[in-house]
């Protein structure tokens, strides 16, 4: 299982709620943290993208320049900016990130997010398109950007995007690993988890049980079969770790009873009309509760609440189950990211270990 973690670029921490957050969206902060990252085991961090004040994040710090300085202040970190297609020229982010790329020695990854909030787009006089057209403007600016990225004589002619013989230099790095910066996606929908298959390295989904990331981790890995190429998957995650259950779950009982009700109220009424724009309503947060949307990517619901033990038995079973990439957030940051280094890997990586070992005996031979 590899690890992410969502940064903290945006004012108001990763809930919305007023209990006690001993979390920064300054950079001295974030720089202190993605280095305490990368040492307790975090092989990538994404950055938040939010461009006008809304439910709870009065402060935004812009994605890609706050990646690259994160990028420069770690050595192995992979750092990934989000983006809206919509308000970036592909072309404009390719140059961008290549450059990024060489300046952290092939670390740098994008987030291409089709968007659900409206006014970041209107009020900036920019079109709102459509739910699915807005997916299929970020699956054309995906293929712009990979066209770019590995060709030295780019061609594109798609409805939203034209390249007439564009040739960049430098290219991004290429290693033995990636031939171009990593392309993750987020979504849920049927139009969203269909372009996951067909142009997305990951996919990232909002936070699920077991059951809901194993339906959308069969559906995506299926579309990427019909067109011969393979998507890793990311899943969203709150995580409370404490020496007992009894204290994660007060930390969580906390959180959502001094919900800011007026913010999750708000954010709550965006995102569902946002995913009921979509013709069969499978649109994110569609079916999210209240104490759900109190963490706004739906966090809670994967389960990362409890001892060491229990959220690593948890975190294993859903590498079992597919999932190759958890996508965290915590209260407190730099405390509880240093407490998952120190007492909820070292866990996980032996219950791995001995899934693993488990998985590769050999069937007894039964004598005639």
């Known amino acids: 299982m590899k690890f992410a973690y969502w940064v903290p670029n945006v004012s108001g921490g990763l809930v919305v709620s007023k209990i006690e957050q001993r979390t920064d969206w300054g950079y001295d902060y974030n720089r202190r943290l993605a280095v ?44 990934i900016a989000a983006v809206h297609p919509g308000l970036w020229q592909p072309g404009v982010l390719a140059k961008l990130l290549a450059t990024a790329d060489h300046l952290s020695g092939g670390r740098a990854a994008v987030n291409v997010v089709s968007g659900w909030f409206k006014d ?53 790095v290429v ?30 989904s909002n936070g699920k049980d077991f059951e809901g990331a194993s339906e959308q981790l069969t559906e995506v890995n299926a579309n990427a079969r019909r067109h011969g190429r393979g998507v890793r998957f990311g899943l969203n995650g709150f995580l409370i770790a404490r020496d007992t259950e009894t204290e994660a779950r007060e930390v969580l009982r906390e959180i959502v009873a001094k919900a800011d009700h007026e913010a999750v109220r708000g954010f709550g009424s965006a995102v569902q009309q946002a995913g009921q724009s979509t013709g069969n309503r499978t649109g994110m947060w569609q079916d999210s509760s209240f104490e759900d949307l109190v963490q706004y990517n739906d966090g809670f619901r994967t389960g990362l609440i409890g001892t060491p033990e229990q959220v690593a038995t948890r975190i294993v079973e859903y590498r079992r189950r597919g999932v190759d990439l958890l996508l965290l ?14 007492e909820v890997l070292p866990i996980v990586r032996e219950l791995e270990a001995r899934a693993d070992r488990s998985a590769g005996v050999p069937e007894p031979v039964l004598a005639n």
Not at 329 to 342: A, C, D, N, P
Request: hydrophobic content about 35%; aromatic content about 16%.
């Open 175 to 204: 290693t033995e690993k990636r031939s171009h910066p990593e392309i993750f996606q987020g979504g849920n929908s049927t139009a969203a988890r269909a372009m996951a298959g067909r142009v997305s390295d990951w996919y990232f």
């Open 120 to 172: 970041e787009f209107t009020k900036l006089g920019e079109p709102w398109l459509e739910h699915d057209e807005r997916y299929r403007r970020s699956e054309e600016f995906i293929r712009v950007l990979r066209e770019i990225w590995t060709s030295d004589h780019a061609e594109f002619r798609g409805d939203f995007y034209r390249l007439h013989d564009f040739d960049l230099k430098p290219k991004p």
């Open 329 to 342: 957030g915590f209260l407190h940051y730099l405390e509880e990211v240093e407490y998952f280094g120190r």
């Open 36 to 79: 305490l990252a990368e040492n307790n085991g975090f092989e990538y961090a994404l950055s938040q993208v939010r461009y006008i004040a809304s439910y709870g994040a009065a402060y935004q710090h812009e994605s890609t320049s706050f990646s690259l300085a994160l990028l420069l202040a770690t050595q192995r970190l992979k750092v």
